[in-house]
């Protein structure tokens, strides 16, 4: 199992350099291995978790967003399965893996607290490797989408307040995430205008 997983990893390194992937300069080292070393600590919280798909899920729930940023979703439901098969993975350890990645994208729809727990894990740590490093000022960046192209400061400002509260709304669920991030939290959220009353004492406005 364990060259199985080193080979899909090196696999989604190998795609994630392809320069017509708009983040290929920076995604695996600040966003899939930082999901994935988050994901195995909260592993460490919940040993009957299985840790082999929650690894191989940290690596896949990007994966179709890595072959065509347009259509990420639905590349991920069809390669996804696709290339664990061909690198050895059993038929329904890749369809497993796939609809647990299906139901972490889900997340708006679906209470994420009655997921199993190998997709509150790999969905708590996703939510909280976008508080790690520059993630969200590169995505500014480098997204090419109209929900990026031509706004103002403010209201880039204001997109990320939305995506952090997203994620702390409906992907960060399990309650050890969110104990160590919510420090993170609140300082992105004061980055993005959401300032306290009182700088000194903390107060909220």
């Known amino acids: 199992m364990r060259e199985k997983i080193e080979a899909f990893k090196q696999h989604v390194r190998e795609a994630s350099a392809n320069p017509e992937f708009p983040h290929h ?7 899939l291995e930082i999901v994935e070393r988050i994901a195995l600590e909260l592993c460490d919280h919940y040993p009957d978790a299985d840790r082999d798909l929650v690894e191989v899920m ?6 179709g967003k890595i072959l065509d940023y347009d259509h990420e979703y639905e590349r991920t439901q069809t390669d996804g399965p696709k290339i664990l098969a061909q690198l ?5 350890f890749a369809a497993k ?21 190998e997709v509150q894990i790999v969905s708590s740590a996703d939510g909280c490797s976008h508080m790690v490093g520059p993630f969200l000022c590169i995505f500014w960046h ?16 204001e ?7 997203k994620d702390w709304e409906r992907k960060i669920v399990l309650p050890e995430a969110r104990k160590a991030f919510e420090p993170r939290y609140t300082f992105l959220c004061e980055q993005s205008g959401e300032l306290p009353a009182k700088f000194l004492s903390g107060e909220i406005a």
Do not use: C, Q
């Open 25 to 31: 300069k920076w995604f695996v080292k600040w966003h």
């Open 58 to 63: 940290a690596w896949l729930h990007d994966y």
């Open 88 to 92: 050895g993975f059993s038929t329904d």
């Open 97 to 117: 893996a796939a609809h647990y990645i299906d139901t972490l994208d889900k997340k708006l729809e679906v209470d994420l607290h009655e997921a199993p727990i």
């Open 142 to 157: 480098e997204a090419t989408d109209k929900t990026f192209t031509g706004k103002t400061f403010e209201e880039l400002m």
């Open 159 to 165: 997109l990320n307040r939305r995506k952090v509260e």
